[in-house]
Every structure is written in C-alpha cells, then in structure tokens.
C-alpha cells in the first residue's frame, strides 16, 4: 500500500472557484440564495438547453420535489430503472407511491423501452396509470427518448429525466437534463462536476420550477409575517455553493472530454484481453462516460471481477462493481419488477475503475498494470 491512493471519481476543481467563492464572501451572501444562485441556474438553463432551473441542496431533493409536483401520492405507482443508484428510487417512496422496477437493455444499460411498454399496456388494461416513469441516463448514457418520451406521451404518464450522472451528455444532438417534463441534475462530489453537494431541477414549465422554489423554500407564502398554506422544504442551494458550482460549470466540456478519454485509454489497454468488455456507447448519442464500466466474463478471462477488484484494493486503488439493482436490494424487495436478468447479470460481472477526469496517464497505468497481472495470473 505505498502508492498513492487512486480514488474513483474524485472532485476537481477548476482554479476559478476561489474567486467567485470570495465574491459571495466579500458580498456578505453567503445566506441560502443570492446572485450566485440566479447566476448558475441560468449559465445551466443556456448550456442544456432547457427553459428554468432551481438550484437545490442535492439531486436527491430535486427528485423529491419533482415527485411532489407530480402528485405522486400513498399508493401511486412510479415506473423507475432498476439499473440505478438508490437516490433514483428512495423520492418515490418518500411521497408514499410504489416503485416499479424495470429493466435495462443490455444495449444501453438503460430502461428498456420494451419492458416500459409492456407495463405500460398491461397497467392501461386493468385501468390503471401510473403518476411518473423515471428514466435513468445511467453512469452518463442517456436513455434511449425518443422511445420512451412517445409512450409516455400515449399513455398519459408524466417522464423524469434523472441526469444525474449525465451533465454534459448528448441525445441526438441535444444535452441531457431536458427530455422529460422534469430533469435532476446532481452536483455531489463524485459527480462529473461538483459544488460539494448540490443539485438542480429542470423543466421548459416555469409554473414547475416556480413551486419547485416555494416548497424548497419552507413553503412560505408572500407575507411579510411567516404565513404556510402547504408543508415546505428546506431544500435551496447556498449562495457559496453556487459559485463553486459556477467555476466548475465553466471547465465542463474539458472535464467530458478528459472522462471520455479515460474512457478510450482503458480500452485501448484492456479491450483484447480475453473476456473483458466495456459499457456500450449507443448510436443516438454521446456519453460523459463518467465511470468507465468494464465487464470481467469469469470464464475467458479466468477470475472474477471481484478477483479483480481484491488486486486493485490491494495496490490502493478504489474500484466499484456496478450499481446493486434495485429489485435486489432488501428494502426494496416489495416492489414489483418488470423485465429479465440483464441488469442483474451487469451487476454479477461489472466494475467501475477509477475514472477521475485529473486521473493521469501514470494513474491510469497502474490501474492497467495491475489487470493485466490478474489476467495473466488467471
Ligand atoms: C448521485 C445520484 C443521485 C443523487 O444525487 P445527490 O446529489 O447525491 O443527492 C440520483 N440519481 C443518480 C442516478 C445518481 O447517480
């Protein structure tokens, strides 16, 4: 354990943060709101291409507000991927409404139109509709739109972006966080950007995002006294965040590009070894590639991902098997699923190697070094 420690996707900052930073300081807006929050919620409205944002605490309360504003209710059913963090999810259950899990295509590792239909019709038959589908665009791939936007359209369900993991992502020449009637952007500091932790609501509606920013805000009526008319949040982002958040919104497009080059270098390096794969990019679009996913088929390539995962720990570098499905989790294990094994077996095979976009050529090569031992060990 003498190296350095090689993180996965650790922060990296800009050089522009301090200044903007010592601006709020110098200002005295270092209150929840201010100038830096309008700010960034408009640099981030024009560079998704997306009508209003509010800027909040994490994409974890975005998705929270997105699912109030929906009226998801005791009992309402939300269709959601299964293939995701639990952040995806936990919203849902927190406004009282039943996840139903569906599964990816193994083409994207998103929510596969498919199976979205097939529960789409079924439900429709037996009368019922669910309040929201929440489509993950997972680890910066975006979900396949078009798709899922047209049966979401038929069958009168409202659409979730969860871009999270997606900022600075491409869908058929448009950027992720604008496909559905609500986008989550996450700003945590594992993120592809980070403002410490943080996170943004989208929508073209601006009656959304309007009382999207009354309920973070305590839900607190125009008066002058502290009058309440509905149950609030304390979700705003800080002022001093937002110019963090700011000065790493300005390095964005090198950060994709640095991500995507990891991307490339890791395959370039262990694409031939045998039984060892990479997440697929899909035709309709560009990916952040904010982790770079790699495949381990234990039979070809002679030892697990987990094998590879132990040699990585033990050379001090932090890699991740792939999200846990949902539908496997204990917590969830009452919720009903829709579609087959793919994510699960993603799950059973997948690794995250360490994909910072600071990661240098020599880190990079370590992590390289260190597989290849394992391969030729196997
Ligand atoms: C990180 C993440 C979230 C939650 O964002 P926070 O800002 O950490 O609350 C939600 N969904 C996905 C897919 C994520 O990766």
């Not at 097939?118 to 791939?141: C, N, S, T, W």
């Not at 009903?336 to 910072?356: H, I, K, T």
């Amino acid at each position: 354990m003498s190296e350095r420690r090689l993180y996965l996707s650790p922060p990296h900052l800009s050089g522009e943060e301090q200044g903007l930073v010592a601006e709020a300081f110098a200002s005295n807006w270092i209150a929840p709101l201010g100038p830096h929050v309008d700010a960034f919620e408009k640099e981030m409205t024009d560079y998704v291409g997306v009508g209003h944002a509010a800027a909040l605490s994490s994409g974890t309360a975005a998705l929270h507000l997105a699912m109030r504003l929906l009226g998801v209710g005791a009992g309402d059913e939300v269709l959601c991927s299964t293939f995701t963090f639990s952040a995806s999810v936990n919203p849902i259950v927190y406004e009282g409404g039943r996840p139903v899990l569906v599964d990816c295509d193994a083409a994207t590792w998103t929510m596969d139109p498919n199976f979205l239909e097939d529960e789409l019709r079924r439900l429709d038959a037996a009368g019922r509709r669910p309040k929201a589908v929440v489509a993950v665009d997972l680890y910066g791939q975006c979900a396949d739109y078009d798709a899922i936007g047209a049966l979401c359209e038929r069958y009168g369900v409202a659409l979730v972006e969860d871009a999270a993991e997606a900022l600075g992502s491409v869908y058929r020449g448009k950027r992720a966080g604008r496909f559905g009637r609500l986008g989550v952007l996450s700003f945590n500091g594992n993120k592809i950007i980070t403002t410490s932790g943080g996170g943004m609501l989208l929508s073209d509606e601006e009656p959304l995002i309007a009382k999207a920013r009354f309920l973070a805000t305590q839900a607190r009526e125009a008066a002058a006294h502290y009058e309440h008319r509905e149950i609030g949040f304390n979700y705003r982002m800080s002022n001093v965040l937002a110019a963090i958040g700011r000065g790493q919104l300005r390095v964005l497009p090198e950060r994709v590009a640095a991500r995507r080059r990891n991307f490339r270098l890791y395959v370039e390096a262990l694409g031939d070894l045998p039984g060892v794969s990479f997440m697929p990019e899909a035709p309709y679009g560009t990916a952040n590639r904010w982790l770079t996913c790699v495949l381990i088929d234990p039979k070809s390539f002679g030892a697990t991902r987990e094998d590879v995962r132990l040699a990585l720990e033990r050379e001090n570098i932090e890699s991740r098997p792939l999200w846990k499905p949902m539908h496997m989790q204990p917590v969830f294990s009452g919720c009903r699923r829709v579609g087959g094994d793919v994510s699960a077996s993603l799950f059973e095979n997948g690794l995250c190697l360490p994909s910072g976009s600071a990661l240098r050529d020599e880190d990079r090569n370590r992590v390289v070094d260190r597989i290849k031992v394992v391969a030729r060990q196997a």
